[in-house]
């Protein structure tokens, strides 16, 4: 009978020690800030610190975050499995220090882009879609005008240079505004 309570009990305590340490760590790796929009949940990682710094001195600063541009926005069920497997895969590459010093955005993620770069400024795009034929015949298959968006506008809003070595002193987060 005694064995079968200090079982319970251990059981109990273990139980409360687990949803104790999760709790724990919950709050120290800040896993909730990664469902806001908040572009501070990017740089919660400090190898994003460039990205930050680069897209607060940008034009898009003051009209999109990070989310607008490399999340789906055609609906919340496509942006959260974006953001899981985004997560997922950030958090491998930084946790085991896989990524490269210029970090690369993916296939998956590149289109992401350059869907919302059409979407914000379809204005401005839809006469480009329009006359690809005539004046944008390239070579990638993927964008209705066989170029994707930064191949001209290289520096937005990351600026053009893409390494942990763009700001250096860039250490931790210097607000602008």
């Not at 309570?5 to 919950?26: D, E, P, Q, R, S």
């Not at 949940?41 to 710094?53: D, F, K, L």
């Not at 990070?66 to 985004?86: E, F, G, Q, T």
Request: net charge positive.
């Amino acid at each position: 009978m005694k064995n079968s309570n200090f079982l319970k009990y251990a059981a109990l305590g273990a139980f409360i020690v687990a949803i104790g340490f999760f709790v724990y760590m919950l709050n120290a790796s800040k896993a909730l800030s990664y469902l806001s929009s908040d572009p501070k949940a990017c740089i919660n990682c400090h190898v994003m610190n460039t990205q930050y710094a680069t897209w607060q001195h940008s034009s898009h600063a003051e009209r999109a975050t990070c989310v607008d541009c490399h999340l789906p926005r055609d609906n919340m069920v496509n942006k959260y499995i974006a953001k899981a497997i985004d997560g997922y895969n950030h958090s491998m590459a930084f946790t085991f220090n896989t990524y490269k010093n210029a970090i690369k955005i993916s296939d998956n993620g590149a289109q992401r882009v350059q869907d919302n770069c059409i979407s914000c400024h379809k204005s401005l795009t839809s006469g480009m879609v329009n006359n690809s034929d005539k004046y944008h015949n390239y070579d990638d298959p993927s964008v209705a005008t066989g170029r994707r968006c930064w191949e001209c506008h290289k520096g937005v809003p990351h600026g053009k240079v893409r390494g942990l070595t763009t700001t250096p002193n860039a250490l931790g987060v210097k607000e602008v505004k």
